[in-house]
């Protein structure tokens, strides 16, 4: 029974601690594009490897 003391502030402080956390990702902008970077992944670089052969033969 005395662990519940000490256990049932630390479960009510992480989890705080958690909520802070998600709040503070969701006014950073964390969750604004969920599908840009497994679509950046799919997309051809062939325009920057164009760019980057130009610049070598200068």
């Known amino acids: 029974m005395t662990n519940l003391i000490f256990l049932i502030p630390a479960a009510l402080f992480l989890g705080g601690m958690s909520l802070i956390g998600f ?31 130009a610049a070598k033969m200068r």
Do not use: P, V
């Open 23 to 53: 709040l503070w990702a969701l006014r950073s902008g964390q969750y604004e594009d969920l599908d840009g970077a497994s679509q950046r992944i799919l997309m051809d670089d062939e325009k920057e490897e164009e760019a980057a052969r």
